[in-house]
């Protein structure tokens, strides 16, 4: 399920200018899993608190949840066909979704907490994504993956890990210098910006086992 959504999802940002490598793929697919893997995490402790009775505060204000801006339904569980997309799903994605994002690290109330690591994370990402349409493509086929068991975590982490692995072999070989240098100017440039992913990809392992950990306790 897992590799044939990511192969999917690669097609896609393919064909997108603002992405040239499979890092930037790797890069782009990240913040996107970040939020739906937090949307089904917040669902499950809404349903637990629900059983036992008492009330749930969201960790992600309405106007910025999943459910919201990459996968409204309608009353009959069917996808809402006139949700955001295109420039108006970039505009609201790179000015108003990712700085509220950021401020999680400024207002959390220690460095231990959720907020602070989305705040974290959301602060060594950027939308390079410069299709509304693509990005809604992909927020379309993430919104189909589930991660709410220990084995659907554990698959999805090591094909993200083989990506990232793929990404930094295409570096290693040159595969792209002549992207690279017309992106970044020098071949040395464009590693030294790029080695960040690996870093974006060490934050999201340790954000699922965050999750993780927390929704076990």
Known sequence: MFEQTFKNIDDILH???GCGSELDYVEQT???LFLKYLDDLEQDKQTAAELIGKDYTPIIASKFQWTTWAAPKLDNGEIDYNALTGDDLLDFVNNELFPYLKKFKVDASSANTIEYKIGEIFSELKNRIQSGYNLREVA?????LRFRTHK???EMSHLYES???TGVGELDQ????ILLTNKYQSLEDAKEVLGDVKNI???FIEF???LYEQKAA
């Open 201 to 203: 990809s060490s934050l």
């Open 140 to 144: 379309s086929l993430i919104d189909q």
């Open 174 to 177: 040159e595969k792209l210098p």
């Open 163 to 165: 990506k990232i692995k």
């Open 30 to 32: 990240s913040w996107v």
């Open 208 to 210: 699922q086992k965050y």
């Open 152 to 154: 659907e975590k554990h």
């Open 15 to 17: 064909k997108d200018a």
